[in-house]
Nanobody
Framework: QVQLVESGGGLVQAGGSLRLSCAASGSGFRFNVMGWYRQAPGKQRELVTALTTGGTTNYSDSVKGRFTISRDNAKNTVYLQMNSLKPEDTAVYYC???????????????WGQGTQVTVSS
């Protein structure tokens, strides 16, 4: 079982910055991909960015150049640094982990509970 706990959301003015954290706990697994998704009211959940164990990243066009994903392997924590925030970035942000069980190699995915980010104009 993997648990993901997000933190760092809040209210910020347009142009400001926030850093989200996603701390993973549990045992018996290896991470494949860690990612951040977001869901705005009335919209579908969308991928913001993802980071593979090999260090490959991808970003949605809407956040390229403004958001950065990073990971601290020692802390089993992934971060999302968000700069130059815009009102359209307002959403609930979710952390997602794609893991592989060390016992039998099965792939599973886990989601965090979400953290609200609100950007005022």
């Amino acid at each position: 079982q993997v648990q993901l706990v997000e933190s760092g959301g809040g209210l910020v003015q347009a142009g400001g910055s926030l850093r989200l954290s996603c701390a993973a706990s549990g045992s018996g697994f290896r991470f494949n991909v860690m990612g951040w998704y977001r869901q705005a009211p009335g919209k579908q959940r969308e991928l913001v960015t993802a980071l593979t164990t090999g260090g490959t990243t991808n970003y949605s066009d809407s956040v390229k150049g403004r958001f950065t994903i990073s990971r601290d392997n020692a802390k089993n924590t992934v971060y999302l640094q968000m700069n130059s925030l815009k009102p359209e970035d307002t959403a609930v942000y979710y952390c997602k982990a794609d893991v592989r069980l060390t016992s039998d190699g099965r792939g599973l995915e886990y989601w965090g509970q979400g953290t609200q980010v609100t950007v005022s104009s």
